[in-house]
């Protein structure tokens, strides 16, 4: 059981460059995140999906885009990448949103380097 | 106000003592909330879950909820080395996202 994996590990990028961060999830989990975390801080939510089909901005979704086709994948897109879009990036995944619920299984991260 | 505060700096604490970390939230309606644990250059692992009143005990570690005060706390009894760590409080915003706060970083002395 993979659980989340997330890849690249590493990247570093051009200013101005593209990129898709791929996030895949073998454990049926109907609802899918990208966090962002920056130096010394908390995680901030990028986008999240509830179902294949289906995403809605998080907190910080200027510079991104996302799609769920499937339930398995939940990729991350850069566009056009800034230096502000250095950071870590995390994808989740969880069950839905059933009382007791809400425990994430975190992928190992992308550390992005923009420059 | 931010939606998650975690305010304590460093907390360094001598192997075998009790560590304890604070978080207060802002939105009254929240109804669940995580513990999960860092470390350096890894990513975050749930420790502890909470959604009632009270306190919850999993091992060496006790989450405390408090829903008037709009806090929650986490307790590491008998601190050992490997709980050097990150410690980031996490609350449901609704639809299973999760806000988080900056995370308190612990530091067990041997």
């Known amino acids: 059981n993979a659980g989340v994996t997330q890849t690249p590990k590493f990247r570093i990028l051009k200013i101005g460059q593209s990129m898709t961060l791929q996030c895949t999830q073998d454990?049926?989990?109907?609802?899918m995140y990208w966090y962002r975390q920056d130096p010394g801080m908390g995680l901030k939510l990028i986008y999240y999906?509830?179902?294949?089909?289906?995403?809605d901005k998080g907190e910080v979704p200027n510079g991104y885009n996302v799609s769920r086709s499937t339930t398995e994948d939940f990729p991350l897109r850069l566009e056009l990448a800034a230096p502000s879009q250095t950071s870590v990036y995390f994808c989740?995944?969880?069950?839905?949103?059933?009382?007791?619920?809400?425990?994430?299984?975190f992928g190992s991260g992308t550390r992005l380097t923009v420059v | 106000q931010k939606e998650v505060e975690q305010n304590s700096g460093p907390l360094s604490v001598p192997e075998g003592a009790i560590a304890s970390l604070n978080c207060t939230y802002s939105?009254?309606?929240?109804?669940?909330f995580f513990w999960y644990r860092q470390y350096s250059g890894k990513s975050p692992e749930l420790i502890m879950s909470?959604?009632?009143?009270g306190d919850k005990e999993d091992g060496r570690f006790t989450a405390q909820l408090n829903k008037a005060s709009q806090y929650v706390s986490l307790l590491i009894r008998d601190s050992q080395p490997s709980d050097s760590a990150t410690y980031l409080c996490?609350?449901?915003?609704?639809?299973?996202?999760?806000?988080f706060g900056k995370g308190n970083q612990v530091v067990v002395i041997p």
């Open positions: 989740a995944s969880s069950y839905g949103n059933r009382a007791g619920m809400g425990g994430y299984t």
């Open positions: 454990m049926n989990h109907n609802y």
């Open positions: 999906s509830v179902g294949a089909g289906i995403t």
């Open positions: 939105d009254r309606v929240s109804q669940s």
């Open positions: 909470i959604y009632s009143n």
């Open positions: 996490a609350v449901n915003k609704g639809n299973n996202r999760l806000a």
